[in-house]
């Protein structure tokens, strides 16, 4: 089977294949372009499904962070977000998984021209970021898994940071989460669903938020 499928991936014209832990197939590394990086996410890396929705998310993320001196970018997978938020803005990422980690921190060394990233392998269930720390940076974004970020986002509520991006993959959890940061003070700026599910009933969404924005 694992002969048959690199066959297949081979005619296809497939850099890699992985199947589990196993790569049976490499031809070459892959190098997805991130703003002015290059990013080498490891076999089986998360990535969002479709170029055009990342980079259009990208883009309202950016815009809404981009008088941002500092942004902590929180369950920052391998760096999609932080990479090009780098361009504008100091960035520290947090992320459970070290791979994912160790990829967004090659990119970043290899990128010319970007502001300095630092990043962390944490737990953000289990160890949140505090929110005196997060008190120093003037911007978040948070792209949690499918059943958000309870523990993080009450810490976002106490930590005075002005713009919040929240991107999600769930609108149930991510009502739960904005009831909290709503309750903080925090007011929802725009709320701008992308269907890069094709075919399927999930849809992504994006919610800018801003610590006692305008009515």
């Not at 991130?34 to 990342?54: C, H, I, N, T």
């Not at 883009?59 to 990479?83: I, M, N, P, W, Y």
């Not at 993959?169 to 700026?189: E, K, N, S």
Request: charged share 20%.
């Amino acid at each position: 089977d694992v002969m048959m499928a690199g066959a297949k991936a081979l005619a296809a014209g497939f850099l890699r294949v992985s199947i589990g832990d196993d790569v049976p197939l490499q031809q070459a590394t892959p190098e997805i372009q991130v703003g002015k990086a290059f990013l080498r996410p490891a076999p089986g890396g998360f990535l969002q499904a479709s170029p055009e929705a990342e980079a259009f998310m990208a883009s309202l993320v950016r815009q809404h962070l981009k008088f941002a001196l500092e942004v902590a970018d929180l369950f920052s997978g391998c760096g999609t977000f932080s990479l090009r938020l780098a361009e504008e803005s100091r960035v520290h990422a947090a992320e459970g998984d070290a791979a994912a980690i160790e990829a967004l921190e090659a990119s970043a060394r290899a990128a010319p021209g970007l502001k300095p990233v630092t990043a962390e392998v944490r737990d953000l269930f289990r160890n949140p970021v505090p929110a005196v720390t997060l008190s120093r940076f003037q911007g978040i974004v948070l792209n949690p898994p499918r059943h958000g970020a309870t523990k993080q986002v009450s810490e976002i509520a106490h930590s005075g940071v002005r713009r919040v991006a929240y991107v999600s993959c769930d609108p149930g959890t991510l009502a739960r989460d904005l009831r909290v940061l709503v309750d903080a003070g925090y007011r929802i700026m725009l709320v701008q669903p992308v269907d890069q599910f094709l075919w399927s009933s999930h849809v992504e969404t994006v919610v800018l938020l801003e610590l006692g924005g305008a009515e």
